[in-house]
């Protein structure tokens, strides 16, 4: 994710309970989380400290959802800035403002009720999308290349499966952050704990380190954090 530690969301939502749900929900997999319940204050946020992803409500007080939209593209299109990821709330189930909400360039849309575990799903989809990792040298001796989907360990190349490289990825986009094996389940396989075991991430944590490591018993690069997951230690 842009290889930031702790990627920057902005929760705009008048409903009080909304808000507590997802700032729990996307505190607890790793994002700093801020919130506003009004439309008029989210511009001014995004303005003055722009975040890497906004979750938007539609039916605000101040200004309305789609019309912060709208705002904050006509803004970057005038400054010829990136577009900020916007992933649109709402409990419309029609179609026009989902049709008008993705012409105004929001990256996702989602119909309330949702499950906030599906939420923070999309937040990290659109944010991969978002920030795509070009090229990552975790260290001296291994580089992550996300634009070939190639590792190479000392100059050579390393052949990984799909699923690994998208989990050693992953880890060096964030160094030295400390993922739990439920995190790493949702973050890298878009799973839950209820739909598949833990010890998939440990059996692909040992494969990786059997392909990269110089002596997997003492690895370099992935460490263990007894009691609680993996990091990637450049």
């Not at 001296?140 to 290349?145: F, H, I, S």
């Not at 000392?154 to 989990?167: P, Q, Y």
């Not at 880890?171 to 598949?196: C, G, H, I, Y």
Request: glycine share 6%; hydrophobic share 40%; proline share 6%.
């Amino acid at each position: 994710m842009s290889g930031i530690s702790h990627p920057r969301v902005l929760v705009v939502d008048d409903d009080e309970r909304v808000r507590t749900l997802l700032s729990w929900q996307l505190e607890s997999e790793g994002f700093a989380v801020r919130c506003t319940a009004d439309g008029t204050d989210a511009l001014v946020l995004i303005e003055r400290d722009r975040p890497d992803l906004v979750v938007l409500d539609l039916s605000l007080p101040g200004v309305a959802g789609l019309d912060v939209l709208r705002r904050v593209r006509e803004r970057e299109e005038a400054a010829c800035t990136a577009p900020l990821p916007v992933i649109i709330l709402s409990g419309r189930t029609g179609e026009t403002d989902r049709i008008v909400g993705l012409d105004l360039g929001a990256d996702d849309y989602l119909v309330k009720p949702f499950s906030p575990g599906e939420l923070a799903a999309r937040v990290r989809s659109v944010l991969r999308r978002a920030h795509p990792l070009s090229s990552t040298s975790s260290s001296a001796g291994l580089r992550v290349d996300a634009a070939t989907r190639e590792v190479f360990v000392s100059g050579h190349r390393v052949d990984l499966t799909a699923r690994e490289f998208d989990l050693l990825a992953f880890l060096a986009r964030n160094p030295r952050q400390v993922f739990t094996r439920p995190q790493l389940l949702r973050s890298v396989w878009a799973s839950e704990e209820s739909w598949q075991s833990e010890a998939t991430v440990t059996e692909h944590i040992h494969r990786l380190r059997g392909k990269v490591e110089d002596d997997p018993a003492h690895p370099r690069w992935l460490h263990t954090v007894r009691g609680v997951g993996y990091r990637l230690e450049p």
